[in-house]
């Protein structure tokens, strides 16, 4: 493999970075917050009113975003600023290591991070994630560099990502025993003692001990590392010691990460798995090369990679949150990233050949799609089909989707007995990288919502906003009409327990309570669904749906099958009731 540095690397490196903002940062606003999301966001929004909340253990976003909100006006979009940002900031990551993984796959890898459907999705959440993933490993890079100060900087950083740090190391740790229990004795490698004759220097082993003393340096003890992490640690963790109240949230991270195991959840083991494969098909199919060819040939640096991508799986299927699973992802591009670098290397001679079966193979997988869709679209058919051996076929479209996975096996079986199996084996991983390729950019074109605003995506186990928007205009309209400003009436939020409600309603000065006395007469009022309010003054209310998430225990295969093509599930809606008191209408004061 080619170690020499490209001509214009550190432009393509850029283009990656660009490539990676554009896909975090379009319509970063457009959707509303959801309850765990707002969560975060309200504090960080108390803390640049100057108030001194209860911190959640993710002190690195709160903070961080407290400043921009004291510059800025709160915005959905200025709230996931940092973390689409640090999430871009991921594709620099290879760059550090691109003296252990070569220039080439280095390079892939930055821009297989950029386009990534499951890092774009987790990059445009409200929380620590991004910043845990990213913040350590910068700190494994400038380590790996032997940059001991900015190591410690991005560590103490790290620290301060919430409870994802800790399913990161441990998920390194578990695979640093599994690596070391893997390697043979050292003393079943040694020769026998009656075989040593006189000594001899091995120029290799004398370079590999000089190596191993310039390295010694490197220790997590050294004292250029500590002070780093403890000072990043603290000026962080406070704000230039303006919100001390970060630290405290800092260290109760790891007992929110042992709680996060027993915390209630709707996600299931099976539906972060069948996340992981749907997002992630592209990476699945080129890290299984590379494993199959890692166990032919005993590739060390690629078994290793597995185990990582094993464990961290595993770990975050029974954690039982979606985005833990970019600590699979990490592992997964970068034996991608090997694969698609071999990829490339294929003799000039064979460009022909390649290109015949690259092209066939595209076209049948194009046609294969159509047919998945059209099955989507009508799963039962008004015209079945009896099969002799299979019976009724309701969808006679069925039938074509295995007459055309037949003709690509066919394709790829004729190509190797016609030519060869390379290079057969060549052309139809082409073809298969190009096809999940284009879905993978659809994928993360759809995480950032442009595709279908009111579609269902897996990333996030949080029921979302329904009507944010049309609810947020009748409270301006309704302030506006009766005071002249949009955000001048107050609001009482009664009996509904969601903190996306509260950051939608956030200039309107809105509280919570949870009973109105029977004298009260607040102006605009918001209740679960009920027949009246039973306050002095009469109202008028109009109901809107708030929250809305998948019926996930009535779910059918032809669902999700139609999921898979249009990203829509039946969905149950939760109703609130927006009140008014009835003096703030026009026509109630005689206006026109």
């Keep these: 493999m080619n170690s020499s540095p490209f001509k214009h690397e550190v432009w393509l490196y850029g283009l990656a970075f660009l490539i990676a903002l554009a896909l975090r940062f379009v319509a970063l606003g457009a959707t509303p917050l959801t309850d765990s999301e707002a969560t975060l966001a309200l504090q960080s929004l108390a803390i640049a009113h100057g108030d001194s909340p209860l911190l959640a253990p993710q002190s690195a976003y709160i903070l961080f975003t407290a400043v921009l909100f004291a510059i800025m006006e709160s915005a959905n979009f200025l709230a996931r600023f940092l973390p689409a940002l640090t999430g871009s900031m991921l594709v620099f990551v290879p760059y550090f290591f691109r003296e252990k993984i070569h220039p080439r796959p280095a390079l892939i890898l930055a821009f297989l991070f950029a386009f990534d459907p499951g890092l774009v999705a ?17 700190a494994w890079g400038m380590w790996n560099r032997k940059q001991l100060i900015p190591a410690g900087i991005f560590a103490g950083l790290a620290f301060l990502s919430g409870p994802s740090l800790w399913a990161g190391l441990l998920t390194l740790g578990i695979t640093y025993l599994f690596i070391r229990g893997m390697k043979p004795n050292a003393a079943e490698t040694q020769p026998p003692l009656e075989n040593l004759e006189a000594p001899i220097v091995n120029p290799k082993l004398v370079l590999s001990q000089v190596e191993a003393s310039s390295t010694s340096q490197l220790s997590i003890t050294n004292p250029q590392l500590l002070i780093s992490i403890i000072v990043a640690f603290l000026l962080g963790g406070t704000l230039f010691f303006t919100a001390p109240s970060g630290l405290s949230a800092a260290l109760s991270s790891l007992v929110a990460y042992f709680n996060g195991w027993v915390a209630p959840t709707t996600a299931s083991p099976g539906r972060i798995l069948f ?225 996306a409600l509260e950051w939608v309603l956030r200039n309107h000065s809105a509280q919570t309570a949870a009973v109105l006395g029977a004298q009260a007469e607040p102006p605009i009022v918001i209740t679960p669904p009920m027949g009246s309010l039973g306050l002095a003054s009469a109202y008028r209310g109009q109901d809107f749906l708030w929250r809305g998430q998948p019926q996930w225990a009535n779910l059918k295969a032809q669902d999700w099958l139609k999921w898979l093509i249009f990203r829509e599930l039946p969905m149950e809606h939760e109703t609130i009731i927006l009140w008014a008191r009835d003096n703030l209408f026009p026509d109630a004061r005689g206006g026109k």
């Design 122 to 138: 987790i990059s445009r959440q409200v929380n620590g994630t991004m910043f845990a993933v990213t913040f350590l490993l910068f």
């Design 275 to 499: 996340t992981f494969f749907v997002y992630e098909s592209l990476g699945i199919f080129l890290a299984a090369l590379a494993t199959f060819r890692a166990l032919r040939i005993n590739g060390k640096r690629a078994k290793r990679l597995t185990i990582w991508l094993g464990v961290a799986l595993l770990l975050a299927a029974f954690y039982r949150q979606p985005a833990e699973l970019a600590w699979a992802i990490v592992p997964l591009l970068t034996l991608s990233a090997f694969e698609l670098a071999r990829l490339f290397e294929i003799q000039r001679e064979e460009y022909k050949e390649v290109g015949i079966v690259a092209v066939a193979l595209s076209i049948l997988l194009v046609y294969t799609w159509f047919s998945v869709s059209g099955i989507a679209l009508n799963p039962y058919s008004q015209f079945p089909v009896n099969l002799p051996f299979f019976g009724e076929v309701q969808n006679a479209r069925i039938l074509a989707l295995f007459g055309s996975l037949a003709i690509v096996i066919a394709c790829v079986a004729l190509a190797a007995l016609g030519w060869s199996a390379r290079i057969a084996r060549i052309g139809a991983t082409f073809a298969f990288t190009v096809f999940l390729g284009v879905y993978a950019m659809a994928a993360a074109w759809g995480a950032s919502g442009l595709r279908n605003p009111n579609g269902v995506e897996l990333w996030s186990a949080d029921p979302r906003a329904i009507q944010a928007d049309l609810l947020l205009a009748s409270v301006n309209d309704l302030s506006e009409f009766s005071l002249g400003h949009p955000q001048s009436q107050p609001v009482i939020i009664s009996g509904v327990a969601s903190p």
